[in-house]
Nanobody, 115 residues
Framework: QVQLVESGGDLVQAGGSLRLSCRAS????????MGWYRQAPGKQRELVAT???????NYADSVKGRFTISGDNAKNTVYLQMNSLKPEDTAVYYC?????????WGQGTQVTVSS
């Protein structure tokens, strides 16, 4: 099993920045894909960004150029740097890992962007 613990969510003004962290209970080098998803009230959970064990990244169109996903193998942690935040980025952000063909989720961290 893989346990994921997110942190870094906060209330921030539009135009501001936040960095989310997701610490895994196992080496992230062994995890096929890690990613960040988000779910706003009344909406479905959506992909934000993913990173593979080979460091290939993928982003939703809505965050390209503003968000950056990265990993630190030494700390077993994946980060999501979020810049130029907009009110529509407000959501609960979830960390995801695909390990040995199984999906694992963190508990979520709230990001609120005020206008």
């Amino acid at each position: 099993q893989v346990q994921l613990v997110e942190s870094g969510g906060d209330l921030v003004q539009a135009g501001g920045s936040l960095r989310l962290s997701c610490r895994a209970s196992t080496s992230i080098f062994s995890i096929s894909v890690m990613g960040w998803y988000r779910q706003a009230p009344g909406k479905q959970r959506e992909l934000v960004a993913t990173i593979t064990s080979q460091a290939n990244t993928n982003y939703a169109d809505s965050v390209k150029g503003r968000f950056t996903i990265s990993g630190d193998n030494a700390k077993n942690t994946v980060y999501l740097q979020m810049n130029s935040l907009k009110p529509e980025d407000t959501a609960v952000y979830y960390c995801n890992a695909i390990w040995r063909l199984l999906n694992y989720w963190g508990q979520g961290t709230q990001v609120t962007v005020s206008s």
